[in-house]
């Protein structure tokens, strides 16, 4: 493997723990464990392509510049599981994709800006983000711990990539926002 390519590796990989949340819903809700540690590998490999991918020195592919939407792929993978297996209940889960979901493929499509797309979605993803770990908390406490301990040691290995997340996210709001 040419070393230029992990960046690329890395940020796909998120597509095949998305197929493999998926994968897990006939297992039911014994696999939420395993659809937890899938997430936070998955939220390892968002933390190192981007730093892969600087040291490399490496112009994006379309793979890079689509990292978002392989970050989301994840996350909706992950509501669905939730929803598949009765952990968060098809009345609130199904509604809720069935509108946030062409939304945000709308505003992918026809935003002129990607931060607008990216803070909507973001905004949209949020729920989702966190409630593999909140449902954990009720079914699989150690996973939801391990989950927390990820958190804090994310933020304190890497607090300037959270802040530029945030930034972000503030910026595409207000952009969205003050759009003419």
């Known amino acids: 493997m040419r070393k230029e390519r992990l960046p690329d590796i890395l940020t796909a990989s998120r597509a095949l723990i998305a197929a493999a949340i998926l994968g897990l819903i006939p297992a039911g809700p014994g696999a939420l464990r395993l659809v937890t540690l ?6 390892t490999t968002d933390m190192l392509d981007g730093r892969a991918a600087r040291r490399l020195e490496k112009e994006p592919t379309w793979i890079g510049e689509h990292e978002f939407q392989f970050d989301m792929l994840m996350v909706l993978a992950s509501a669905i599981y ?5 952990l968060v209940p098809s009345t609130v889960g199904i509604p809720y994709l069935a509108l946030a979901v062409p939304l ?19 905004l949209l993803a949020f729920p989702w983000v966190f409630a593999p770990f909140i449902v954990a908390y009720f079914h699989q406490r150690e996973a939801a711990y391990l989950g927390l301990l990820w958190m804090v040691a994310a933020l304190v290995l890497d607090w ?8 972000d996210f503030l910026s595409g709001a207000r952009a969205f926002l003050h759009r003419s």
């Not at 899938?38 to 939220?43: P, R, S």
């Not at 945000?104 to 973001?122: D, G, P, V, Y």
């Not at 300037?160 to 930034?167: A, E, L, Q, W």
Request: proline share 0%; glycine share 10%; hydrophobic share 60%.
């Open 104 to 122: 945000s493929l709308w505003l992918n499509a026809h935003s002129e800006e990607f931060l607008r797309f990216k803070a909507i979605t973001m």
């Open 38 to 43: 899938l997430l936070l590998l998955g939220w």
């Open 160 to 167: 300037k990539r959270f802040t530029g997340v945030v930034g």
């Open 82 to 86: 939730l929803i598949a297996v009765g």
